[in-house]
């Protein structure tokens, strides 16, 4: 009873996980960028956005990880699914302990003018992009995460 709660449990949190990613990335943050007139307003909140789900993403991952390693012992280093989570955490982390505090300090460093009107633009630019790269990936590894998931704890 216990091993299939904590199953169904992995795939509502894996699910919850993934789908913020999609629903957040690919639907609310263009609709903000669509709809606001004020961009820096828009990316402020898409940036909100993305640090929720970041923590989500992180407490997600913790348990998913621990989930895996409690029911599959140290086999569970060996599957790919245990390597999908360990990469999408790693990713969330980057992000949002690498990447995003130097883009807000480039942004703090251009007050009182707008990070894209300023020296800075170019490096928050890369960054920018890079971070969007980490999220692509991190979405494209989410759907594998749930087509093995459900899979693995049947």
Do not use: C
């Not at 480039?106 to 890369?126: I, T």
């Amino acid at each position: 009873m216990m091993k299939k709660l904590g199953a169904s449990l992995a795939i509502l949190v894996a699910t919850a996980w993934v789908g913020g990613l999609w629903a957040i990335g690919y639907v609310a943050v263009p609709v903000l960028f669509k709809t606001l007139p004020d961009r820096q307003l828009a990316g402020m909140l898409a940036g909100n956005m993305f640090t929720l789900i970041a923590y989500v993403g992180m407490v997600s991952a913790t348990y998913l990880l621990a989930h895996r390693l409690s029911r599959f012992g140290r086999t569970a280093f060996r599957q790919s699914t245990f390597w999908v989570i360990v990469i999408m955490l790693l990713l969330a982390l980057a992000v949002q302990f690498g990447i995003q505090p130097v883009m807000a300090d480039l942004k703090a460093q251009a007050l009182p003018a707008e990070v894209m009107h300023s020296p800075f633009a170019g490096r928050f630019r890369a960054l920018h992009g890079a971070s969007s790269i980490a999220f692509l990936i991190q979405s494209l590894l989410g759907i594998a995460l749930l087509l093995k998931i459900e899979r693995a704890d049947q």
